[in-house]
């Protein structure tokens, strides 16, 4: 897409990326085993961007401590990205939203709705914040929204948490999302009696793990 600023991917763009990394990555892969190149890859994380706010440094700190020749590339993006990335054999790791269910699942965090109480203003309908699809806490929000029966619209949908964070802040309208990855970035929004389930965080390896990592 072509405009002002420059140019982006475009819905097909951004579905393609992770499958076309991918095969730059085996054909990369295919090479070194038939030349015998060695190589000396780092670990690929991929992780959501709510992880890297508050915990990100924390871990990579401990890290180094304990792994100081160890290398490490980190990849951000959504859930649906990462588990692409995954299967696609561009990361080794995957730390990405699912259902508490999930088999894979390290933790499971309440969801909760985040806003201030002046958002929920009477006769002017629910306003919602969300990220930009896809997005596992706007499926949420939408979702539990749609199941109330509450007039709703969705007022504004950012491109990232920073920007997210920014527009609830401002009054523009509130979101859904777990306070042990927000941290104190927004607060709890006590007014909305609408349910809301849990959400877990899942850490996932390839089938076939990578010769390199």
Same mark, same amino acid.
């Given at each position: 897409?072509?405009? &002002?600023?420059?140019?982006?991917?475009?819905?097909?763009?951004?579905?393609?990326?992770?499958?076309?990394?991918?095969?730059?990555?085996? &054909?990369?892969?295919?090479?070194?085993?038939?030349?015998?190149?060695?190589?000396?890859?780092?670990?690929?994380?991929?992780?959501?961007?709510?992880?890297?706010?508050?915990?990100?440094?924390?871990?990579? =700190?401990?890290?180094?401590?304990?792994?100081?020749?160890?290398?490490?590339?980190?990849?951000?993006?959504?859930?649906?990205?990462?588990?692409?990335?995954?299967?696609?054999?561009?990361?080794?790791?995957?730390?990405?939203?699912?259902?508490?269910? &999930?088999?894979?699942?390290?933790?499971?965090?309440?969801?909760?709705?985040?806003?201030?109480?002046?958002?929920?203003?009477?006769?002017?309908?629910?306003?919602?914040?969300?990220?930009?699809?896809?997005? &596992?806490?706007? *499926?949420?929000?939408?979702?539990?929204?749609?199941?109330?029966?509450?007039?709703?619209?969705?007022?504004?949908?950012?491109?990232?948490?920073?920007?997210?964070?920014?527009?609830?802040?401002?009054?523009?309208?509130?979101?859904?999302?777990?306070?042990?990855?927000?941290? *104190?970035?927004?607060?709890?929004?006590?007014?909305?009696? =609408?349910?809301?389930?849990?959400?877990?965080?899942?850490?996932?390896?390839?089938?076939?793990?990578?010769?390199?990592?």
């Amino acid at each position: 897409d072509r405009h &002002h600023r420059g140019v982006t991917l475009t819905a097909s763009g951004r579905t393609l990326l992770p499958y076309a990394q991918s095969i730059v990555h085996l &054909h990369d892969q295919a090479v070194a085993l038939l030349t015998g190149e060695k190589r000396n890859d780092p670990i690929r994380v991929g992780m959501i961007q709510d992880l890297t706010d508050g915990f990100l440094s924390d871990v990579l =700190i401990r890290f180094s401590q304990e792994h100081p020749n160890v290398k490490l590339q980190i990849r951000i993006g959504n859930s649906t990205e990462l588990r692409a990335l995954l299967a696609g054999g561009v990361v080794d790791i995957a730390l990405a939203l699912g259902d508490p269910a &999930h088999p894979a699942r390290v933790v499971t965090l309440p969801v909760l709705w985040l806003g201030h109480e002046n958002t929920l203003r009477v006769n002017e309908g629910l306003k919602l914040v969300v990220r930009e699809k896809p997005c &596992h806490f706007r *499926d949420l929000a939408v979702e539990a929204l749609e199941n109330s029966g509450r007039p709703y619209s969705i007022v504004m949908e950012a491109p990232n948490l920073g920007v997210l964070c920014a527009a609830v802040n401002a009054g523009i309208g509130f979101t859904c999302g777990s306070i042990a990855l927000v941290r *104190d970035r927004l607060p709890v929004l006590r007014g909305l009696d =609408i349910a809301l389930p849990e959400v877990s965080v899942t850490l996932s390896t390839p089938s076939t793990p990578s010769p390199y990592s």
